[in-house]
Every structure is written in structure tokens, then in C-alpha cells.
Nanobody, 127 residues
């Protein structure tokens, strides 16, 4: 079956950087939407950034615009999230979501649109 695996989380000081990676076995990346969601204690899971099947199809939640960059390498079946200038409020469990086939200009697809999810990787930003 499809297995989605994230890596790259950890503990970092405010202002630092992390790069999250996601791979999905037995699933090609070239014709569907991928995304990163996060969930902090006491909050609902939110779409942080999503990317479609063309390079121009990207979305970022307002709170991370200018700091995070999403990218995909279809040849490697790998999704990335480069996170710079991290803030304590970025602290959350980050999840990779794969295989949505809907695209919206002002949001990620909904949680139910994604067929596969990773186990999550913890990002903790200290002040």
C-alpha cells in the first residue's frame, strides 16, 4: 500500500530554519496535489502550504508567507517544506498530505480531499 513518511522536524531556536521532507512509496507525484498541514495543542489542523501539478500552483497560509517555501521533486517522489525565520507560534506537529485532486486559489484542499497522510513530524521552536 501507499506509505507516506515525513522527516526533518526537530527543536530549533526562533529565527532558525528547518527543511521538512516527505516521500510516498508506490505513488507518483506528477498529477495531484500535495500539502503540509500542522496541528498545535488546542488548535485544529490547518493547511500550511499546498502545491499542485504545475509550478505556479502554490498556496501559503498568511502566517507563513515570505518565510516558508513548498516544492516538489517528481523524479524523487519527494515533497519539501523549507521553513525559515521560524517563530514559537510555528510549533506544531506537521503532517504531509498526498493525493488531492482539487485545487483552490485561496486555501489548501480540505482534509477529506487527501487520500494519504504521514505520521507527522514534530517542530518545536524555542524563544
Amino acid at each position: 500500500q501507499v506509505q507516506v513518511v515525513e522527516s526533518g522536524g526537530g527543536l530549533v531556536q526562533a529565527g532558525g530554519s528547518l527543511r521538512l521532507s516527505c516521500t510516498a512509496s508506490r505513488l507518483t507525484f506528477d498529477d495531484y496535489v500535495m500539502g503540509w498541514f500542522r496541528q498545535a495543542p488546542g488548535k485544529e489542523r490547518e493547511g500550511v502550504s499546498c502545491i499542485g501539478w504545475r509550478d505556479s500552483m502554490t498556496y501559503y497560509v498568511d502566517s507563513v508567507k515570505g518565510r516558508f517555501t513548498i516544492s516538489r521533486d517528481n523524479a524523487k517522489n519527494t515533497l519539501y517544506l523549507q521553513m525559515n525565520s521560524l517563530k514559537p507560534e510555528d510549533t506544531a506537529m506537521y503532517y504531509c498530505a498526498a493525493d488531492a485532486r482539487a485545487w483552490y486559489s485561496n486555501s489548501c484542499p480540505t482534509l477529506g480531499d487527501f487520500g494519504y497522510w504521514g505520521q507527522g513530524t514534530q517542530v518545536t521552536v524555542s524563544s
